[in-house]
């Protein structure tokens, strides 16, 4: 496809798919997951708001009838282009969503980003209608395209040409993230974006992000197609600042997504110190979790009297063995450290587990579910290891012939599919394990001595007997 025509006042949409209907639509889970905005698509409609282009958003996930609501935001905001960013269990709902842009409109432009479409980005565009794909981080890609650059002339993107697909030299990374414009808060209706009693304790809900980048090899990891391996921040002033935009904006809880909010313990120390200074009484917590290599006693400390209430650490076994296939960088002792010290700063603890990554059996799995016992965690989330494109763990079993589909709505954590023939378990053993997982750590009386005791000094007790109750393991 040839770049459209150039036009003064381009617009855009920026579409995101369902999650809770492609997701969680057979996860039972799904009646305690919370609804977002994604932060991703608000900071690309910011540098786009700031480049003085129209920009429009149609967030499917608050819609009652998404496809009507999709057609409904085409008629009436009359898009030049149609922005989507997606996860690998995403594709289908990406692709249906294009089609019916198409339908609409032939001339629309559509494109895609996100950790699928910077993985694979051949196979996205021969596999749907889209036009563009933006490889890597886009916030100055997007501006290129809408300002009506030659695609050739564009770095990090791919589009197709007759029917091969072409892809431009790499983008660089934005090196300097206080040069970001502000997310386009002002777009969406906050009021809609609401969790759930497990999940967060007040609404509406939201997110940003204060860094990109992660130098950990994790192998199971593909969040270096966008970021890269290089870790960059924004500075502690920028990161309040942005939290007191979107308290005006009408959220009450924020939460930073990144992955590398405490990479940085001095960074992360002056980021909550900024908070207290200014005074801002708010509930929040790392949702993208902590590293226990990355933490120590002062910091939990400091979190907890900037209105931090919840630590996750991504542990991921409790099996060293396992813990070394992947590359993690840890050792146990850091993980019962780590949780120690955030519990005595008086946090609650999550605790992220994986089953089935490479060189796991049936006993390391037990040293997992024993493991996740032992460091007495608030709560737990025990998942299938699935294999994302773009980790080093997806191309190995890729090679290995290990993988059996690549049907992408089945690589979902919430609700695993048969992906893999896992080389010494059967898929009907971890599915065995990750229900047995969850039930041995909910069910065991002291834990829920513990709940109970928590629950009603936070006047949640109702609230959580009817989470536990709907997840029905």
């Known amino acids: 496809m040839k770049t459209p025509l150039y036009k003064q006042n381009k617009k855009i949409l920026f579409v995101t798919p369902s999650y809770s209907n492609a997701i969680y639509k057979k996860s039972k889970m799904k009646s305690v997951i919370a609804t977002f905005p994604f932060a991703g698509s608000a900071v690309l409609a910011g540098a786009l708001v700031q480049c003085d282009y129209e920009v429009a958003i149609a967030d499917l996930n608050v819609a009652e009838d ?14 030049d282009y149609v922005g989507i960013s997606f996860t690998t269990p995403l594709f289908y709902e990406m692709k249906k969503i294009v089609e019916m842009i198409k339908k609409f409109n032939r001339e629309i432009t559509a494109i895609a980003g996100g950790p699928h479409a910077s993985a694979l980005p051949r196979e ?25 650059k030659k695609w050739e002339s564009i770095h990090g993107i791919a589009y197709k040409q007759g029917r091969d697909v072409v892809s431009t030299p790499v983008r660089g990374l934005v090196e300097n993230l206080d040069d970001l414009s502000y997310p386009a808060w002002h777009l969406y209706d906050v009021s809609k974006y609401r969790g759930t009693p497990i999940f967060n304790r007040e609404n509406p809900l939201g997110f940003y992000e204060t860094s990109r980048g992660c130098f950990s090899r994790c192998t199971y990891c593909s969040s270096r197609n966008i970021f890269g391996m290089k870790y960059r921040y924004k500075t502690p002033e920028r990161v309040v600042d942005e939290i007191e ?38 509930n929040w917590y790392p949702q993208g979790g902590l590293r226990v290599d990355r933490v120590n006693k002062e910091l939990f400390d400091l979190m907890y009297k900037a209105g931090c209430y919840r630590i996750p650490f991504g542990i991921e076994s409790g099996s060293q063995l396992i813990i070394d296939n992947i590359k993690k960088g840890i050792k146990l002792w850091q993980v019962e450290q780590a949780v120690k010290w955030a519990r005595d700063a008086g946090l609650e603890t999550v605790g992220y587990f994986m089953l089935g990554l490479p060189g796991e059996t049936v006993k390391t799995i037990e040293e997992t579910i024993a493991f996740s016992h032992k460091l007495d965690l608030d709560y737990a989330k025990f998942s299938i290891t699935i294999p994302l494109p773009g980790s080093p763990l997806y191309d190995d079993w890729k090679r290995s012939n290990i993988i059996k589909t690549d049907n992408w709505e089945m690589f979902n954590f919430a609700s695993p599919d048969e992906v893999y ?24 009386f002291a834990y829920i001595f513990k709940r109970v005791i928590r629950n009603f000094k936070d006047f949640n007790f109702i609230e959580d007997v009817k989470a536990a109750l709907k997840v029905k393991w």
Not at 66 to 79: D, G, Q, T
Not at 124 to 148: A, C, K, R
């Open 66 to 79: 998404a496809e009507r609501y999709l057609i409904s935001k085409l008629e009436s905001f009359k898009p």
């Open 124 to 148: 996205t565009l021969l596999g749907t209608l889209l036009d563009l794909v933006v490889v890597g981080e886009g916030d100055q890609t997007i501006v290129d395209i809408l300002s009506g």
């Open 245 to 282: 935009y979107m308290l005006k904006m009408g959220f009450k809880e924020v939460h930073p997504i990144d992955d590398g909010f405490s990479t940085d313990i001095k960074r992360a120390k002056a980021v909550c110190n900024e908070i207290i200074k200014r005074g801002i009484k708010i």
């Open 421 to 444: 023939a896992h080389p010494n378990l059967s898929w009907d053993t971890l599915n065995k394990y990750y229900k047995r997982a969850h039930r041995a750590f909910c069910w065991r």
